[in-house]
């Protein structure tokens, strides 16, 4: 039978691509990966060690998953659940913990320690405090699956019912022993400010989190907060002088043989390295923004591993990132420094060009040939005049066009929500005659 170790070792070995649910996979079934160590493939994974002296969980995955999570973890091992590590705090690496505590205590066992880095805590309070946009940003990041995963529920909640707390929380790094297992956890930046990643000795097992992820590293989301690509690739090379035999990431398969892992690891590192070099080396000569964006590229080649695919994120967001981070918010554009208001630029443009309609129709002939000016063009339409039925079928028609033709699920999820916007307005004004 071919293993989940098998499967990567193909795709690195041959630089194969079959497309992002070949590589990202949530079958919710257990697989073992080697003796002691099995993973559950959800959103995201469940990493379980038995140390014989009960498990160690690193996350949890999302609320609704968590029956089948467990399910398969009992099909694997009868010990209890010694203790969670939450890689960090994002709910789909959060969200079943609670499923993890009920079990224990339906079972008669000792509840988890729950293990995570300082900043999950705060990030839970940021997360009550920003409910309405967290759950608004992941209905447009994931279309339909974010409003059954990630939106939670029907009544107006983010993430789980209940946040189970980390019972102990660390810094920069901590050593736990369980059974026969060592976990050294790190703390480093990257995906996120409360990350961590552990080094299992007794097994040459790092276990990364969303360090790696079998995607283009999500560092530059562009509806989340600050992410860390300079600090990524320097975990991912601090991850890389480990003689590790078995890489265990949160989302993708895991990686067997220490010259993959390293082939993985470094690639991972040089791609967010080259995207920080040349978006400093720009900012240093006193770049603009907008040219920036224009001129940074990751070297194609990297771009075709099947492990850096833009799938999620992807590099030019990234770009945004690294200059939010070393930068201020000013774009080196002086007319954006105070702008006007969007509408009144929209209004302004279409009375020169004969009209919203013209407008929309010219942002409609370019939809192919320039893609970004057909956006910008249809939008300036819209906001010029928003209650006209052909301006919103020709927005529709060049956001659905443009979202069919990105690659990254936050590229197509924003233009197809502006595409599904403009879809029902047209209906609702065509219906009101
Ligand atoms: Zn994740």
Request: include cysteine; charge should be negative; proline fraction near 6%.
């Amino acid at each position: 039978m071919k293993t989940l170790l098998d499967l990567s070792a193909r795709f690195i070995d041959e630089n194969l691509y079959e497309g992002p649910f070949s590589v990202n996979r949530v079958s919710m079934q257990l697989a073992p990966i080697t003796e002691g160590i099995a993973m559950v493939e959800a959103f995201s994974h469940v990493v379980v060690f038995d140390t014989g002296d009960g498990l160690v969980a690193f996350d949890t995955s999302l609320e609704p998953m968590n029956q089948g999570i467990l399910r398969g973890i009992r099909t694997w091992s009868d010990a209890p659940v010694h203790t969670v590590a939450y890689t960090h705090g994002h709910i789909d690496h959060i969200g079943g913990a609670r499923a993890f505590v009920d079990e224990a205590r339906s079972r008669g066992d000792r509840d988890p320690r729950f293990i995570g880095h300082r900043g999950v805590i705060a990030r839970f309070d940021r997360y009550q405090s920003t409910n309405g946009y967290n759950r608004i940003i992941n209905e447009r990041q994931f279309s339909t699956l974010g409003k059954v995963l990630l939106g939670g529920s029907l009544d107006g909640r983010f993430g789980p019912k209940d946040w189970v707390r980390p019972d102990v929380t660390f810094d920069d790094r901590m050593s736990v022993r369980v059974g026969e297992l060592t976990f050294h956890l790190f703390h480093d930046r990257g995906e996120t400010d409360d990350h961590l990643w552990a080094w299992v000795p007794e097994k040459k097992a790092l276990v990364v989190g969303d360090f790696v992820t079998w995607v283009f590293p999500n560092a530059g989301n562009p509806q989340k907060v600050q992410r860390y690509p300079g600090e990524w690739a320097r975990a991912l090379r601090t991850m890389a002088s480990y003689p590790a035999e078995l890489l265990l990431p949160a989302h993708g398969l895991p990686v067997g043989g220490a010259d993959r892992i390293q082939r993985v690891l470094g690639d991972l590192a040089t791609a967010l390295e080259s995207l920080v070099e040349q978006t400093l080396a720009r900012m240093n000569e006193g770049m603009p923004l907008n040219q920036i964006l224009m001129e940074v590229k990751v070297p194609e080649e990297l771009m075709e591993r099947p492990y850096l695919r833009p799938a999620y994120d992807e590099p030019e967001f990234v770009v945004r990132n690294i200059w939010r981070l070393y930068g201020g918010w000013y774009d080196g554009n002086p007319a954006h420094l105070k702008p006007p208001s969007d509408s009144s630029v929209a209004k302004e443009l279409a009375s020169l060009c004969g009209g919203a309609v013209a407008l929309a129709e010219r942002a409609v002939a370019l939809r192919d040939s320039d893609p970004r000016l057909a956006c910008e063009l249809a939008q300036m339409a819209f906001l010029a005049t928003p209650d006209d039925a052909a301006v919103h079928a020709a927005r529709a028609e060049v956001f659905r066009a443009r979202r069919d033709s990105e690659l990254s699920l936050m590229a197509k999820g924003i233009f197809g929500t502006a595409a599904s916007e403009s879809e029902a307005r047209k209906k609702a004004l065509e219906a009101e005659g």
